[in-house]
């Protein structure tokens, strides 16, 4: 059984920061990625920022510039480094770890509640 547990979320002011932290333990098989996504209240959960096991990052439009997945040397976790937060960044922010070769899998954290607001 593979687990997953975010921490890191918050509340904070608009234009401050925060970093989100996400670590894997268990029977994990080669990881293919870990992602982060959010969602919003009465929204569809979207996709935030992904890096690859050779360390290739993507960003969402709306996060690219803002947010960073920076190089975290501890095994089976991954952080989200987020800047200039705005109200629109509020939301429920999720880990997802992609493993295994043949047949894929995908597992999620509960995640953990980022709040902007003055």
């Known amino acids: 059984q593979v687990q997953l547990v975010e921490s890191g979320g918050g509340l904070v002011q608009p234009g401050g920061s925060l970093r989100l932290s996400c670590a894997a333990s268990?029977?994990?098989?080669?990881?293919?990625?870990m992602a982060w996504y959010r969602q919003a209240p009465g929204k569809k959960r979207e996709w935030v920022a992904t890096i690859t096991e050779g360390g290739s990052r993507a960003y969402a439009d709306a996060v690219r510039g803002r947010f960073s997945i920076p190089r975290d040397d501890a095994k089976n976790t991954a952080s989200l480094r987020m800047n200039n937060l705005s109200p629109e960044d509020t939301a429920v922010y999720y880990c997802?770890?992609?493993?295994?070769?043949?047949?894929?899998?995908?597992?999620w954290g509960q995640g953990t509640q980022v709040t902007v607001s003055t």
């Open positions: 268990g029977s994990i098989s080669s990881i293919n990625y």
């Open positions: 997802n770890l992609n493993t295994g070769i043949t047949s894929p899998k995908d597992y």
